[in-house]
């Protein structure tokens, strides 16, 4: 048996949020969530990308940016 724990709710980040996909290690701007995957886009622009809701998590140091 794993030791995970698979419970745990992922993060559910805001549209124009920039996140990390822990899966990859990029930065990407989240865009939405169609089904049951999120797509995030390059910080730069270009072509987005799908990652799984239990990889994404706030990008390091998104946190202190002001409004």
């Not at 865009?31 to 994404?56: C, F, K, N, Q, S």
């Not at 706030?58 to 202190?64: R, S, V």
Request: glycine fraction near 14%; hydrophobic fraction near 25%.
């Amino acid at each position: 048996m794993s030791t995970r724990q698979r419970k745990a709710p992922a993060y559910r980040p805001h549209v124009g949020e920039l996140v990390l996909d822990r899966r990859t290690g990029r930065t990407g701007i989240y865009m939405d969530t169609i089904g049951g995957e999120h797509y995030l886009r390059p910080e730069g622009g270009g072509r987005e990308w799908a990652a799984e809701p239990h990889h994404v998590a706030p990008a390091p140091g998104a946190d202190d940016s002001g409004d």
